[in-house]
């Protein structure tokens, strides 16, 4: 079983910051190729953010771009994302997702989500 567990969400103003980790856990996780972080604001689909690979590559929704950073601590099995000068666009439900690969078999797992919730 493995399992993503998030934290950091909440309420914030606009221009805030705030930063959401997500702690990947489970005896069969395998190897972790990618983490990254999507959102699901009320009405809208699930979209990724931002997601950072094994070996370092990132990619950011224009949205958020420079100001937001996503890192992982693979020793911690921890994916972060940085979010600044947010805005009440970037409202929503965020959900950690990360891929992994065990023996040849590529698996998905996603968080239960964190709500964001940014006030103007």
């Known amino acids: 079983q493995v399992q993503l567990v998030e934290s950091g969400g909440g309420l914030v103003q606009a221009g805030g910051s705030l930063r959401l980790s997500c702690v990947a856990s489970g005896r069969r996780i395998g190897s972790i190729l990618v983490m990254g972080w999507y959102r699901q604001a009320p009405g809208k689909q699930r979209d990724l953010v931002a997601d950072i690979t094994s070996g370092g590559s990132t990619r950011y929704v224009e949205s958020v771009k420079g100001r937001t950073t996503i890192s992982r601590d693979d020793a911690k099995n921890t994916v972060y994302l940085q979010m600044d000068s947010l805005k009440p666009e970037d409202t929503a439900v965020y959900y950690c997702?990360?891929?992994?690969?065990?023996?040849?078999?590529?698996?998905?797992?996603w968080g239960q989500g964190t709500q964001v919730t940014v006030s103007s």
């Open positions: 997702y990360v891929k992994s690969r065990v023996l040849l078999t590529a698996l998905e797992y």
